[in-house]
């Protein structure tokens, strides 16, 4: 077994748990967004929503491409 076949396992095992706990990595993303604003003290709130926006929108691309 490659390294692709490896890698290509572990993206299988990723899509299976966002499709049975797809809202809670979404919780997740939004939740880890608020730390790092928090943390930064709102000096990066806009690119810090915007990496949000993407994160969680590549997990729903992700879970449903089951």
Do not use: C, P, W, Y
């Not at 899509?15 to 709102?42: I, P």
């Amino acid at each position: 077994m490659g390294i692709g076949d490896k890698f290509d396992e572990l993206k299988d095992k990723a899509k299976d748990a966002l499709g049975q706990h797809g809202d809670k990595a979404q919780e997740g993303v939004e939740r880890a967004g608020g730390f790092v604003d928090e943390k930064t003290g709102g000096q990066h709130s806009e690119q810090i929503g915007k990496g949000t926006e993407k994160a969680q929108e590549g997990l729903r691309n992700l879970g449903e491409q089951q």
